[in-house]
């Protein structure tokens, strides 16, 4: 559903902006020429079939050619994508996982120096634009330091059409710096969010009640707080995840790194419309499995849920 | 405390702004003031060749960086402001109808919300961004770009708004006095406007503070990759960009600056707007 | 008489923040023996949640106890509680929907309580687990069923079960029937009184209901902001409370107990002043009926092949009220009677029927805007919460005001203010408070505000849906008085809508009991208590906790 919605946009933009046959032949074409190639591209047919031949071909991984350079754009971003997930994955699990142990230590230790420094920086965390961070950390440990490089994946191992950097030591230190860059402004958001949901459900009655019972506060945060600040932060880590890819352009402009981002990037600057749509796509879809997965997770977590499915089923 | 520092902060850095053209010692965009030979002049040091003193040096075609950072801000401040209201009015419109009439008209806006969530908002501004620029005719595309920036950035914010204005409508229109209203046969309307708006309104000046600082630095992201204001007419991003290219060859303070301006700008407005939050929300009092 | 199994003594506890420190409690002394119900009885802001909480250890700063020691089997615990918390003394909470942790079954649960106290095997504990729920009154087989599936007092008896668990001495139950009807609050109080018996565990009965407290506790403590007021045997500061303080609560609650004994002759007091109304009928209601549909969207049940869910909020009601006449509806919740007084408010649409007014029928679609205006003007609601009847950004004049304005009444806008003033003095409020916000009054002032808003009109008929539930008993108590004078001077009809049998007979010239929906009983207070005709009806009656029955029991 929300895919197909996602479709029509980017068909939309495919379509309407900018017009294709402009693009493709140039200004000097003439009127047959025109004519010819509306027709051989199926602009003539009803809008609704063109929209069919769009997803069919979405489908098949056909997004026609890139404006400039015209190579197919399913492969050029088949050939970009291993790097940008490579660098998502190790950033977002760097950021929720830091991002919840952190959220939970200033929620118990509330008041303490350290949660209020951690706060603090926290809050320095959401003010620094990630470009900014990136810039900062190049300067540091590149330029001034000299420990990481500034630019580019290193060396890369080729597994079948997945290129890896994780395999070679030069992989792995090029994929530092981008990930802190990355996994940084989503770890603040997720500590914020976390620390504020747990401080929620420590008032409730339910964990009052468990005090009076006297059990242990180890017990009281781990087993009876944490599950159910659970979805709340799962729903935001599942959301990040999606702003992870958006972040990435950024990143990956800042550390050249040759994923899809950089691509999109430069299919904004010089107009490249089926660049543009198909990467918009490609972020539907990533969210769309997300989605499923964040989902799935809730059955998982909460009986309440669960029972409501399970009655609409029988 | 924190909150009256950076409050004052922020007052100093709006009022270096509009009252740049006083306060800068060199007017960065006029050519004939400049002198390309005091280039990559550092800091509160004397020029090699003219022996010209700059507060905070001067970048590779030897403008003043304070002067510029002044004006740089006038943008900044400007697009970041011009996108909140934008988002706002939206945002609070498209929620009130949203959370009071309910059904179909309730879908449909929060369905378009929610699909916009799945793009973060930097994403959605840039596709606004490209999009704009491959509709508008390219002798267009330039003069018009700050103008599409404020579209981009504020068409990408409304969610926010939309969702909180949503939900605290459904919590006040429950609630007994908007009965009491609906007895006296008050118009939808009126109801909306007179009684729930008021309710509503402590919320959504904090999400505008936060979203006012989301939109500086959207907008000095979008500079910063180059698809924001142009470069001759820079705000902070673009000086940024300017700067990560000299960073590698010891001129450092041509990012440096305009780095600690962005960050000055955005911690003193989220830190009021923390601030803010704490101010209106009754439970802590 | 044993030793006591705990001793408060000079209990206080302060609020301090920065410089300045708040008193909240003020030496407060209570013993509580082994096998007792002790009450624990005040209006809000007495203390009393505070006492049970500072037992416990269950205080956080600012809040921090100042002097005094809290003494369990003779051992000081007022600064370290954790070793009896849950194994000596446990606790039962208000709110039995929020006190269970959701994501967990009420076995496991329980299972955790009682291998934190209990050295016991998994297997043992589950044994025993089950036992517990079976003495409180839970089928065992529902062990590793989560806590939505049960109803709000089953909820609380898993709760009791959880604080029964590791075999304390005392429970504290604070307001543990509160938030229940009282069907059930009849229930759980009698499992407590039970509990109290079978296994020797003092009880501390913290509540704000007298009527709780005369059929509940042995002995009782009365509190007052932060002050013990009373403390003695429930019957004697009952019947003979020495405190001004406790005799003022006392009066305030309304009680039925002096209308159910049989009487051979005619009520000894007759309301001569209303006579001559009695042939005006002013609201009819009938056939009056009100469907929801549950049911899943149309797609939805032809896929899971459900049927449609309907649920008969209000089916085929009946009855009249007279001119200058009060009329109650009375019901446990989800028994329609709050769908009943919207559609007579015009809110709701009936599904079937007529709602009556004057002869008019408010749910006609044909009715023009003149009329419609009219009726709006004679028709009137006071609500239950007076925190949300009042739109907190306006000023208390402008809200009083709002009807004039937009019921078109046609008058300039000093008639208009002078008439804001007039009102506000009619329910006892100084003219200036009209410039003031609603969050500068108390719960009491508000309903008052909200009546002025209601009367701005000057309406025929006035819905009171719960108007007094939200406040203490002794504002209450005002609140009731104000609503007679009132209808007394401007010839008021209310239709009165209430779950408090005590209030109703106090207010009502004739009670109309509901049931799922459906009107079972109707009669005059008098008739009503003495015979009641329906069993629900009577289990009603002897379930309502009433202050008066202390002098029935000894």
């Known amino acids: ?314 | 405390m924190l909150a009256v520092g950076s409050f004052f902060v922020f007052t100093t850095i709006i009022l270096l702004a509009i009252f740049a053209n006083y306060l800068a010692p060199h007017t960065p965009f006029d050519p004939s003031t400049l002198n390309l030979m005091n280039g990559f002049t550092p800091p509160m040091e004397p020029n090699e060749f003219t022996g010209q003193v700059f507060l905070m040096g001067t970048d590779d075609q030897g403008r003043d960086l304070f002067s510029t950072i002044l004006y740089g801000l006038r943008i900044s401040l400007f697009v970041g402001l011009m996108a909140v209201l934008l988002a706002m009015v939206l945002g609070v419109i498209l929620g009130l109808i949203s959370g009071f009439s309910g059904g179909w008209l309730d879908i449909i806006i929060m369905r378009l919300a929610d699909i916009q969530m799945t793009f973060p908002s930097i994403l959605v501004a840039m596709l606004v961004y490209g999009v704009a620029r491959g509709m508008l005719p390219p002798e267009l595309r330039y003069e018009m770009s700050i103008t599409v920036l404020i579209i981009s950035i504020g068409l990408s914010e409304w969610v926010p708004f939309a969702r909180t204005v949503r939900g605290s409508t459904l919590v006040e229109k429950e609630k007994d006095y908007i009965t009491s209203a609906r007895m006296l046969g008050l118009k939808r309307f009126s109801i909306m406007t007179r009684h729930i708006l008021p309710n509503i309104l402590s919320p959504v000046l904090v999400i505008a503070t936060i979203t006012f600082a989301l939109a500086i630095i959207a907008e000095a992201t979008l500079s910063f990759l180059g698809v924001g204001v142009p470069t001759t007419k820079p705000s902070l991003g673009t000086l940024i960009r300017i700067g990560q290219d000299f960073l590698f060859s010891g001129e450092w303070w041509i990012l440096l600056f305009p780095a600690l301006t962005l960050l000055a700008l955005a911690l003193s407005i989220n830190l009021f707007g923390d601030w803010l939050r704490d101010m209106l929300n009754p439970k802590i009092h | ?554």
């Open chain 1, 1 to 314: 559903m929300v895919l197909l919605l996602v479709a029509l946009v980017s068909f939309i933009i495919f379509r309407f902006v900018g017009n294709p046959v402009e693009n493709l032949m140039g200004q000097e074409a003439t009127m047959a020429q025109r004519a010819a190639l509306e027709e051989a591209l199926g602009l003539n047919d009803p809008i609704f079939i063109q929209y069919f031949e769009f997803l069919w071909r979405a489908i098949n991984f056909d997004f026609g050619n890139s404006y400039r350079g015209a190579l197919p754009v399913s492969e050029l971003i088949i050939s970009r994508l291993p790097a940008t997930i490579e660098l998502a994955l190790s950033s977002a699990i760097l950021g929720v996982s830091l991002g919840v142990i952190l959220g939970i230590y200033t929620a118990i230790k509330r008041g303490s120096i350290i949660s209020n420094l951690i706060l603090s920086s926290s809050l320095i965390g959401v003010s620094l634009p990630t470009f900014l961070i990136g810039v900062l950390l190049i300067w540091l440990f590149s330029v001034e330091l000299n420990w990481l490089p500034s630019f580019g994946r290193g060396e890369v191992v080729e597994l079948g059409w997945w290129s890896t950097g994780f395999l070679t030591v030069s992989g792995v230190k090029s994929l530092i710096l981008p990930s802190i860059t990355l996994g940084l402004y989503q770890m603040t958001l997720v500590m914020r969010l976390t620390r504020a949901e747990m401080l929620e459900v420590l008032k409730q009655d339910y964990i009052r009640l468990a005090y009076a019972l006297g059990l242990t506060k180890r017990k009281i945060y781990f087993f009876h707080a944490l599950p159910n600040i659970l979805i709340p932060v799962i729903t935001i880590a599942g959301l990040q995840l999606g702003s992870v890819i958006a972040f990435a352009i950024i990143t990956e402009t800042v550390f050249q790194w040759p994923g899809v981002g950089l691509l999109f990037i430069n299919a904004v600057y010089f107009v490249d419309i089926p660049v543009m749509s198909a990467y918009l796509l490609l972020v539907g879809f990533a969210f769309v499995i997300i989605n499923l997965f964040v989902d799935l997770a809730y059955l998982l977590i909460d009986p309440r849920l669960r029972d409501s499915q399970l009655r609409r089923e029988v």
């Open chain 3, 1 to 554: 008489m044993s030793a006591p199994i705990l001793e408060i003594q000079n209990l206080s506890v302060v609020f301090k923040q920065r410089k300045n420190a708040q008193i909240i409690l003020d030496k407060i002394s209570l013993k509580v023996y082994p096998g007792e119900i002790v009450g624990l009885v005040g209006e809000s802001g007495a203390g009393k949640s505070m006492t049970g909480s500072s037992v416990l250890g269950l205080i956080d700063p600012p809040l921090l106890i100042s002097e005094g020691a809290i003494i369990f089997e003779g051992r000081r615990i007022e600064k370290n509680s954790a070793f009896v918390r849950g194994s000596q003394i446990s606790m039962v909470f208000q709110d039995p929907l929020v006190s269970l942790n959701p994501l967990r079954s009420i076995g496991d649960q329980l299972i955790e309580t009682i291998r934190t106290h209990i050295e016991m095997g998994k297997v043992e504990a589950k044994t025993y687990a089950k036992s517990l729920l079976k003495e409180v009154g839970i089928e065992p087989n529902r062990f590793y069923d989560y806590p939505h599936t049960f109803s709000g007092g089953m909820r609380q008896r898993v709760v009791i079960a959880l604080a029964l668990a590791p075999k304390p001495k005392v429970i504290i139950a604070d307001e543990p029937t509160t938030a229940l009807d009282v069907s059930v609050q009849a229930q759980i109080l009698d499992l407590l009184r039970k509990l109290c018996k079978e296994r020797g565990t003092a009880i501390i009965l913290i509540t704000h209901d007298m009527g709780v407290i005369a059929e509940t506790t042995e002995r009782v403590a009365v509190l007052n902001a932060g002050k013990l007021v009373e403390m003695g045997k429930t019957y004697d500061v009952l019947s003979k409370p020495k405190s001004s303080y406790t005799k003022k609560l006392i009066d305030s609650t309304p009680t039925f107990q002096h209308l159910t004994k049989k009487r051979n002759s005619k009520p000894s007091f007759q309301r001569p002043n209303k006579e001559k109304f009695d042939q005006l009928e002013y609201l009819a209601v009938n056939q009056l009926t009100r469907f929801f549909d549950l049911s899943d969207p149309w797609l939805v049940r032809q896929i899971t092949g459900t049927g449609k869910r309907i649920l008969k909020a209000v089916d085929r009601v009946n009855f009249k009220i007279d001119k200058g006449r009060t009329y109650a509806l009375v019901g446990e919740s989800g028994s329609g009677k709050t769908t009943i007084a919207q559609m007579v408010a015009g809110l709701l649409r009936p599904s079937a029927g007529s709602v009556k007014i004057d002869g008019k029928d408010f749910t006609d679609v044909t009715l023009g805007k003149e009329e419609l205006l009219l009726m709006r003007r004679a028709v009137q609601m006071i609500f239950q919460s007076p925190y949300a009847s009042l739109n907190p950004r306006w000023r208390v004049g402008n809200i009083i005001k709002e009807p004039l304005n937009v019921l078109n009444l046609r008058q300039n806008e000093e008639t208009k203010n002078k008439r804001v003033v007039e009102l506000i003095e009619q329910v006892g409020l100084l003219p200036r408070d009209i410039f003031k916000f609603p969050h500068e009054f108390s719960g009491g002032q508000r309903q008052r505000i909200c009546i002025a808003r209601a009367l701005a009109s000057q309406p025929e008929l006035i819905i009171c849906d719960e108007p007094t539930s939200a406040l203490d008993v002794s504002v209450q108590a005002q609140v009731l008085r104000l609503l007679k004078d009132l209808q007394k001077e401007f010839s008021l009809t209310y239709l009165f809508i209430s779950h408090d049998l005590a209030v109703v007979s106090e207010m009502a010239d004739k009670i109309g009991v509901l049931k799922e929906g459906v009107l079972i009983e109707e009669a005059t207070p008098e008739t009503l208590f003495s015979s009641p005709v329906e069993k629900y009806t009577k289990m009603l009656i002897a379930a309502a906790p009433d202050i008066g029955c202390i002098n029935k029991i000894n």
